[in-house]
C-alpha cells in the first residue's frame, strides 16, 4: 500500500470462505486498487447503496512510522490498544512475515509481533462484531516467493493449509492476499502469474469450505488487494477470482504521486483525484471504480463485492520556482521541482519522502495560519508552504465526496490505509468516515 509504505496503489478484496482441514485457516484476499470519479454536479447512477446491512469500513494496522524521533506533534507507533476499534467493522493487520522459499510457508514471528497479534486480536473484546485478518505479501519483496508458491500446486497446498493454521493459531478471522505487480518480470514475477493468482484463490475458497470451523469461531474471511484503473487491473483476472472473494477493495489513492515523470502541472497531482482535471485516461478514482465493478460484473458479482480504498496519507511536492505571494490558488498548475521526481521535504515525525501524514499537514497548517484550497474536480485540497512546498491532502468533507461516488456505483464499503496517519487520541478521519458512511 503506498502512503508511508511503497510506491504501489492497492485495492482490497476480503472473500469470506472456510478453510481445508480442521486447524486450517481461511485467507482474505485484498484484490482491487480502486479509484473514484465525481465532481460536485455529478450525476449518480440509480443503483446507490441505501442500505445499512453490506456496509464495511475497514482499517488497516501497519506500524508505518515506526518510533518517531524528535517529533513534537505528539505522535508514536500506534499500538493495537489504540485502534479505534468502535468505529471499525473489520480490522487488517499489515503484515504477515514473509513466505519462506524453502518451506513455502509464512515463517514464525518473532515474539515482540506475535504479542502484538494478541493485542490486535483483543480489540474484539471492544467491539464483539469486529472481525479481524491478516494481510499477506505487502511490498516488492514479498513479490518473487508470492510467484513461486503460486507456481506450483504443491507448494500452493502447503501455503493454505499452513496459512490457515497460522491464521487460527493467532486468532485472526480471515486471509486478506496482498500481491503486488504480478506479471512484472522486473519485479520477480512471472508471465503467468495472473493465472496463477486465480488458482492460488481458489485453492484457498476450497480450503476454506472444507474446514472444520473451530468451536466459537466462524467462517475464514479472503480478500486480496489490487491497484487501481485499467492499467494495474490488467494484472488481476478480477473477473475470474471474484467469485472465489468476499469482497474487494479497490484502492483509490497513489493514482499519481512523486514516482510519475512531472512533465504535466503539479497543481492537478494529488493522490487520489475523483476525477482527473487533465483527463489523463484511468488515472481517477472514478475510473478505476468503473473498470474495476465492470470486471467483477464479467464476473457475475455485482458491486456490492467490492469497497473503495481510501489514504489518510497526503502526497506532497517541491515546486519549480517559489510561490507569488496573495496567489489566489497556490501552487495549481505550477511545475514541479525540475519537472520530474519532486518529492517535498519529509515529514517532521513520518519521514516518508513525498507523503505527509494527516496529523502533519494539519499542524503545518495550523502553524502557517493556513487553510486548505478544495479542487472541485479532484475532490482534494492542497495548501503550500516555505514558498515552495505543495501539499495535497483529504479530509472529511473530501473523504466523503468520495465514499458518495462508490456508493452511487453501488459499493457498500470503504477499506482505508494508515491509521496510524489520523490525529492520535481523537481518530478525526476515521471518526468522519465512520458518520458519512453509516450515517447514509
Known sequence: MWGARSTWCRIGIVVAAAAAAAGVVALIVLLVHAQSSTTNNAEYPQN??????????????????????????????????????????????????????????LEQ???????????FNALKAKNPNLKTMLSVGGDLPSTAPMSSMASDPGRRAIFVNSTMRFIRKYG?????????????????????????????????????????????????????????????????????VISHLDWVNILGYNVLGTWMNQTEYIGHMCSAPLQNPLDRA????????????????????????????????????TLASPIAPGATSPGMNAPAF???????????????????????????????????????????????????QWVA??????????????????????????????IPKTHTLSAAVNAHLFGH
Request: proline share 6%; net charge negative.
Open 172 to 240: 485472526f478471522d480471515g486471509i486478506d492476499i496482498d500481491w503486488e505487480f504480478p506479471t512484472e518480470v522486473a519485479r520477480g514475477g512471472s508471465p503467468n502469474d495472473n493465472n496463477n493468482f486465480v488458482a492460488l484463490v481458489a485453492d484457498l475458497r476450497q480450503a476454506i469450505e472444507m474446514e472444520a470451523v473451530p468451536k466459537n469461531s466462524s467462517k475464514l474471511l479472503l480478500s486480496c488487494i489490487v491497484p487501481g484503473g485499467p492499467f494495474w487491473g490488467k494484472y488481476y483476472n478480477i473477473s475470474d
Open 48 to 105: 446507490a447503496v441505501n442500505s445499512q446491512v453490506n456496509k464495511r469500513m475497514i482499517g488497516y494496522y501497519a506500524q508505518t512510522i515506526g518510533s518517531p524521533t524528535n517529533c513534537s506533534l505528539g505522535a508514536t507507533a500506534l499500538q493495537p490498544d489504540t485502534v479505534p476499534a468502535n468505529l471499525y467493522t473489520h480490522l487488517v493487520y499489515g503484515f504477515s512475515p514473509p513466505i519462506s522459499t524453502t518451506t513455502w510457508q
Open 282 to 317: 484511468g488515472d481517477s478514482v472514478a475510473n478505476a471504480i468503473q473498470y474495476f465493478v465492470g470486471q467483477g460484473k464479467a464476473g457475475g458479482a455485482d458491486a456490492s463485492k467490492f469497497n473503495l480504498g481510501v489514504s489518510f496519507w497526503g502526497i506532497a511536492y
Open 393 to 422: 491532502f483529504e479530509d472529511g468533507a473530501t473523504l466523503s465526496a468520495k465514499i458518495d461516488y462508490a456508493m452511487s456505483m453501488g459499493i457498500p464499503g470503504v477499506s482505508i490505509w494508515g491509521l496510524d496517519a489520523d
Open 109 to 119: 514471528p518473532h515474539e515482540n509481533e506475535a504479542a502484538r497479534y494478541v493485542a
Open 338 to 388: 525540475n519537472g520530474v521526481q519532486a518529492p517535498a521535504k519529509t515529514g517532521q515525525c513520518t519521514h516518508q519522502p513525498g507523503y505527509l501524514a494527516y496529523f502533519e499537514s494539519q499542524a503545518i497548517m495550523q502553524k502557517n495560519n493556513l487553510t486548505g484550497t478544495l479542487d472541485p474536480v479532484s475532490q482534494c485540497k492542497y495548501f503550500t508552504y516555505d514558498t515552495n
